[in-house]
């Protein structure tokens, strides 16, 4: 099956500086790649995603970019604000809707 | 997402007991999920359905059982046979059975502690 790595585990960043967590996934069929934002104790919710016939994606201060190839995505956040601090999921879905999601980042933005 | 209920928010299980997580939803999803997260980790696939009357086994789907008799419900039950459940466990639906992976809508959770 798919296995999808998620790094880094942990990250601060300084009050409108940028932040970037990045996946790896293995299968090269996976074609849907969502990315969740989780505060504590609630319910993941969708802040961006990306599909295979697309190389990057933007969304006000959030992007996505796709790398096919090399079997990697990554999110990119810009002037991060502390209403960014949460845990970051990324996922990889192949057809028949599974998904596969990475082991999360827990952001903290310092004001 | 107001179209996911799950219930309920905390549950508390006795030694060998069964116990039942409610997931509904409202959104028309065909597809519906359980997943089970625990500190520090991802999400992990427990079961999922495509369909009415049909699902799968995910990841870690021992221990636990699921069934899928209306579109818009889809109860985990955690049975003595899981030795470890203490955990967050979420649900999720999306609306494709198939083509065209959509993106996954979730409940608020089921906190699941053993007593």
């Known amino acids: 099956g798919e296995n999808v790595e998620q790094h880094p585990s942990t990250l601060s960043v300084q009050e409108g500086d940028s932040a970037v967590i990045k996946c790896t996934y293995s299968d090269s069929a996976s074609n849907y790649f969502p990315w969740y934002k989780q505060e504590l104790g609630k319910r993941p919710q969708l802040i961006i995603d990306i599909r295979s016939n697309v190389g990057e994606k933007k969304d006000q201060r959030i992007a996505v970019t796709l790398n096919k190839t090399a079997k990697h995505f990554s999110l990119h956040i810009t002037e991060t604000q502390p209403e960014d601090s949460a845990v970051y999921f990324c996922a990889a879905s192949l057809a028949g809707n599974q998904f596969y999601f990475g082991t999360g980042t827990s952001l903290t933005v310092i004001p | 997402d107001g179209g996911i209920t799950q219930s309920p928010k905390y549950l508390f299980r006795k030694e060998g007991q069964n116990v039942t997580l409610s997931c509904e939803q409202n959104?028309?999803?065909?597809?519906m999920y359980w997943y089970r997260q625990d500190p520090g980790q991802g999400l992990r696939l427990i079961y999922y359905s495509q369909i009415v009357n049909d699902f799968q086994k995910g990841d870690i789907a021992e221990g636990y059982s699921v069934s899928r008799e209306k579109k818009e419900s889809f109860p985990l039950t955690v049975t003595s046979a899981q030795k470890n459940p203490t955990a967050f466990y979420l649900c999720a639906s999306s609306p494709d059975r198939g083509w065209g992976n959509q993106p996954q809508h979730f409940g608020d959770g089921t906190r699941l502690s053993i007593l």
């Open positions: 959104l028309n999803h065909d597809a």
